[in-house]
Nanobody, 122 residues
Framework: QVQLVESGGGLVQAGGSLRLSCVVS????????MGWFRQAPGKEREFVAA???????YYTDSVKGRFTISRDNPKSTVYLQMSSLKPEDTAVYFC????????????????WGQGTQVTVSS
């Protein structure tokens, strides 16, 4: 059974930083792409960043230059380093992985974590 567990969320002031972590179990971590998503209150879940099995990274425009996705295959962990945070980054952040190889920059992921809350105060 594939399981994903996020951590690292919290309350931070605008301009601050947080690093989210997502530990994956139940599968061969290094073979699959990973993605980060977020859902703000009253809004749909949206793509934030993704990383392929080889380390190629992808970002939505609103976080480019501020967020960095990375992976540590021996630790079966994917990270999202968030800097220069803005109040509009406030959301529940989810990590996800797919059953198939290849990256998707949309919600076509098969396994999801429970989410971690990020709140950015102004």
């Amino acid at each position: 059974q594939v399981q994903l567990v996020e951590s690292g969320g919290g309350l931070v002031q605008a301009g601050g930083s947080l690093r989210l972590s997502c530990v994956v179990s139940g599968r061969t971590f290094e073979s699959y792409a990973m993605g980060w998503f977020r859902q703000a209150p009253g809004k749909e879940r949206e793509f934030v960043a993704a990383i392929s099995w080889s380390g190629t990274t992808y970002y939505t425009d609103s976080v480019k230059g501020r967020f960095t996705i990375s992976r540590d295959n021996p630790k079966s962990t994917v990270y999202l380093q968030m800097s220069s945070l803005k109040p509009e980054d406030t959301a529940v952040y989810f990590c996800a992985t797919r059953n198939e190889l290849g990256v998707r920059l949309n919600l076509e992921y098969d396994y999801w974590g429970q989410g971690t809350q990020v709140t950015v105060s102004s």
